[in-house]
């Protein structure tokens, strides 16, 4: 899973990289909010994002909140990395959108449990998104009969929206994604074939 890391303090990043690398993820490294935000605009963003409050160019805050504006199936996952440690800053990052909050100088086992959780939660928002996927395409196939259909109480033939007759099974076929197999069911074979009853004893 790729993970973009902006951050303006080199040592912060290559700590960052490092342990991340370390863990199996694949960092994409910037310095600065603008061009933060050019990545997570791409189609090919990554999934999950930490961003330092304070950068160059536009700040983290800035950038989460663009992105949160996007309208996107798969928003990225946001962690806020700050000095900040006020509990009105943290409420000020989850309100605009942050996932989760880290405070540095962050504890390396702290850093790779939030991230896992934000892996999780992906997954788990991947997967929801196939589901819904797969269930408008579901609903794309299926053709359903709605409303008042005008039938002729004699011969049964149904009148289509342009005002022709037709029969039953051409009027089903063109409306629904059915197919039709003939038969006869017991009491037409009766009155039409009188003689075959396959319930009567030999005599």
Known sequence: MRVLIAEDDSTSRVLLSGALEKWGYDPLETADGNTAWSILCRPDAPSLAILDWI??????????????????ENPPYIVILTSKKGKKDIIAALDAGA???LIKPFDPDELRARVQVGRRMIELQ???TAKITELRRALDQIRTLRGIVPICMSCKKIR?????????????RDHTEAEFSHGLC??????????????R???
Not at 186 to 199: H, I, L, S, V
């Open 55 to 72: 950068m160059p160019r536009m700040d983290g805050m800035e950038v989460l909140r663009r992105v949160r504006e996007l309208d996107t």
């Open 160 to 172: 289509d929206d342009q005002g022709y007759w037709k029969q039953v099974e051409a009027y089903v």
């Open 186 to 199: 017991p009491e037409c074979m009766k009155n039409m074939y009188p003689d075959f009853d396959p319930n």
């Open 99 to 101: 996932n989760d909050y």
């Open 126 to 128: 991947e997967a929801l």
């Open 201 to 203: 004893s030999k005599e």
